[in-house]
């Protein structure tokens, strides 16, 4: 496989469920990152990993717990949503090189909270 | 902190019309800024990016862009669309600050672009 991966493409969940979304990048970048894209609302960036260590938290709920075991993977754990947490969330990464380096996304995970 | 408002929510146009998506930002720091693009059921695609130098950007699939620091704004052009370029577009900035080895973007709400035979 290429690029940057996610899995599952699609999930519904109910909001006493735990579930959690899966990202693998095959470009040997060494950033990471969680965005939420809602209907009618800009993509957010959520978290970043920076060489498996967390650098940024955009005062995401605490029902989301993201978890990064090495560069080429990134998790995100999820418990007790609520349905206005149903979105597409998108990884995302991108080589060391500051602001200026490209960042390659997955298809995103499809998330419906019932 | 940054924001970025694209002017148009929805843009039809006719094949073989040239097309502009609107994009203007605010920054209190130096930003870079991208255009991306989202095909249906798929992530985000880089389409081009300013960096620094000329400020008319060139970048994949024919678009263009041209950045206007006194207007803060950075439209996206085709000069003749086709089909194949239906899609929602995305103009997004960076802040320009040293210290990180990665980008903080921040997004608009996107412009999706359709194309009529």
């Known amino acids: 496989e290429t690029g940057v991966t996610q899995t599952p493409r699609h999930l519904v969940m109910g909001m006493t469920n735990k579930k959690s979304l899966k990202c693998e990048q095959h470009?040997?970048?060494?950033?990471m990152y969680w965005y939420k894209q809602s209907a009618k609302k800009p993509l957010e960036l959520m978290f970043v990993y920076n060489f498996k260590e967390q650098t940024e938290n955009n005062s995401v709920p605490s029902r989301f717990s993201p978890e990064c075991p090495n560069s080429s993977h990134l998790f995100l754990h999820l418990h007790t949503l609520q349905p206005e947490d149903s979105a597409l969330y998108l990884c995302a990464s991108s080589q060391e090189g500051g602001a200026t380096t490209s960042q390659y996304f997955g298809p995103g995970t499809r998330l419906t909270v019932t | 902190a940054q924001s970025v408002t694209q002017l148009d929510s929805q843009v039809p146009v006719f094949e073989e019309a040239p097309v502009e998506l609107r994009c203007n930002y605010s920054s209190s720091v130096s930003v870079y800024l991208f255009w991306y693009v989202q095909y249906p059921n798929q992530g985000l695609q880089l389409l081009l990016k300013?960096?620094?130098?000329?400020?008319l950007v060139k970048g994949i699939n024919g678009f263009e862009a041209e950045f206007n620091k006194s207007q803060t704004s950075f439209h996206l052009r085709k000069p003749s669309v086709h089909i194949s370029d239906t899609a929602e577009y995305f103009c997004?900035?960076?802040?320009?600050?040293?210290?990180?080895?990665?980008?903080?973007?921040?997004f608009g709400q996107g412009t999706i672009l359709t194309v009529h035979p």
């Open positions: 300013y960096l620094s130098g000329s400020t």
């Open positions: 470009l040997g970048h060494n950033a």
């Open positions: 997004a900035v960076s802040p320009n600050q040293g210290g990180t080895s990665y980008g903080k973007l921040t």
